[in-house]
């Protein structure tokens, strides 16, 4: 009998990118995302011992609405469905990576990277200083590495309605899954 690999879960077309910005936005924004999205948990400036309970908890939602969840940083949090970045892995999962550029897109596949989160495409609130790359130079930084790219930075679903076409997969976001986004958001 041939040996099975587990099937590892469709490559979610929505992410939802968290940080310490969002307070308790951020269980409004978990409510929000349909199901089968996914969740790149960072909140890297919170202390390891609330982080990690903040993680259980977020873990809690993610398999009751049935989210995946990856966790960034090196430490383990627990359940989850992979790695953002250089973190050691977990017992399997995908692995996500952060391209801002063609060389750190090639250094993701290199790294195993399973999924491309190219940034930022427009102008964010996250990295205020950041120069938006535009949706053409995003589109071409993982162009040919045969990974999914998702657009992140500045990205809502009206404006992926434009990026679809370059190629991405899907896209990620903060603000735009906030309840209050409009308020929140960066003007074109």
């Known amino acids: 009998m041939p040996h099975r690999h587990p ?14 910005r969002m307070g308790d936005d951020l269980w409004a924004a ?4 349909p199901r089968g999205a996914g969740i ?4 890297h400036a919170t202390p390891p011992d609330r982080r990690r309970a903040l993680f259980a908890r977020v873990a809690a939602v993610a398999r009751r609405r049935r989210l995946m ?34 060389a750190e897109a090639v250094a993701g596949k290199r790294a195993g990277a399973t999924i491309l989160f190219v940034s930022p495409v427009y102008p964010t609130r996250s990295h205020p200083d950041a120069r938006a790359i535009g949706p053409l130079q995003a589109a ?15 990205v809502d679903a009206k404006r992926f309605t434009r990026l679809r076409g370059l190629g991405f997969h899907g896209w990620a976001a ?11 958001a960066v003007p074109i």
């Open 140 to 154: 071409a930084i993982g162009r040919g590495l045969g990974l999914p790219t998702i657009a992140l930075g500045g």
């Open 174 to 184: 903060i603000d735009a899954w906030l309840p209050d986004q409009k308020r929140k």
């Open 7 to 20: 099937k590892r879960p469709p490559i979610p077309t929505l992410w939802l990118m968290t940080d310490e």
């Open 30 to 33: 978990l409510e929000a995302l």
């Open 40 to 43: 790149v948990f960072r909140h």
């Open 69 to 102: 969840l990856v966790r960034a940083g090196r430490e383990w949090l627990g359940a989850e469905g992979g790695v953002h970045g250089p973190a050691r892995p977990g017992a399997g999962g995908i692995r996500t990576w952060a391209a801002h550029s063609r």
